[in-house]
């Protein structure tokens, strides 16, 4: 069983940045690709991006291009988002999740994503 643990949310203005941390248990991090994905209130949960297992691609909401980045350290079992030039559109619980071992591609399709931390709350202020 892969658990998921994430923080670095908080409290920012309009314009600032912070950085997610996704720390994962188990032997298997390296062995699948990874997502990040956030749910605002009243809304579905959306994605935002995901890295493949050797983080050598990676994929982004057209919402986020060009603001926020994934990135991932396989010896320290850790998936990080760099949230860049926030708005309060980006205000939500983000998520990181992990589909089953095995899977390369960095993936938008929430069904493929299997485990799943408790989030950590975004809040941007205008």
């Known amino acids: 069983q892969v658990q998921l643990v994430e923080s670095g949310g908080g409290l920012v203005q309009a314009g600032g940045s912070l950085r997610l941390s996704c720390a994962a248990s188990g032997r298997t991090f390296s062995s699948r690709a990874m997502g990040w994905f956030r749910q605002a209130p009243g809304k579905e949960r959306e994605f935002v991006a995901a890295?493949?297992?050797?983080?050598?691609?990676?994929y982004y909401a057209d919402s986020v291009k060009g603001r926020f980045t994934i990135s991932r350290d396989n010896a320290k079992n850790t998936v990080y988002l760099q949230m860049n030039s926030l708005k309060p559109e980006d205000t939500a619980v983000y998520y990181c999740?992990?589909?089953?071992?095995?899977?390369?591609?960095?993936?938008?399709?929430?069904?493929?994503?299997?485990?799943w931390g408790q989030g950590t709350q975004v809040t941007v202020s205008s």
């Open positions: 890295i493949s297992r050797s983080g050598g691609s990676t």
């Open positions: 999740a992990a589909p089953w071992a095995g899977t390369n591609q960095a993936v938008n399709d929430m069904l493929q994503y299997v485990h």
